[in-house]
């Protein structure tokens, strides 16, 4: 059993930083993809950010220059550092992960965490 464990969201004021982080737990042999997805209220969710084991990294045009994605394999866990944060960016960001247990691969997701961009 895999679990994805989100930390890091809160209330910032526009212009603010915040850094999103999620460890992945459980029964894992290798992780591909991870990223960062969200979910503002009565829209869907989108895609925020992603990178692969090897490091290679892709943004929505909307954070692109602002946020910043990384992982570490070593401790199964990827990071978003969010800076220039806008009201817009307000929504419950999700973490997912591509995980292999060693039997099978499967896509995992966090229960996602609340960010607030407000004055």
């Known amino acids: 059993q895999v679990q994805l464990v989100e930390s890091g969201g809160g209330l910032v004021q526009p212009g603010g930083s915040l850094r999103l982080s999620c460890a992945a737990a459980?029964?894992?042999?290798?992780?591909?993809?991870m990223g960062w997805y969200r979910q503002a209220t009565g829209k869907p969710r989108e895609l925020v950010a992603t990178?692969?084991?090897?490091?290679?990294?892709n943004y929505s045009d909307s954070v692109r220059g602002r946020f910043t994605i990384s992982r570490d394999n070593a401790k199964n866990t990827v990071y978003l550092q969010m800076d220039s944060l806008k009201p817009e960016d307000t929504a419950v960001y999700y973490c997912?992960?591509?995980?292999?247990?060693?039997?099978?691969?499967?896509?995992?997701w966090g229960q996602g965490t609340q960010v607030t961009v407000s004055s």
């Open positions: 990178t692969t084991s090897g490091g290679t990294t």
């Open positions: 997912n992960a591509d995980i292999n247990s060693g039997t099978y691969s499967q896509d995992y």
């Open positions: 459980g029964s894992i042999f290798s992780i591909r993809a």
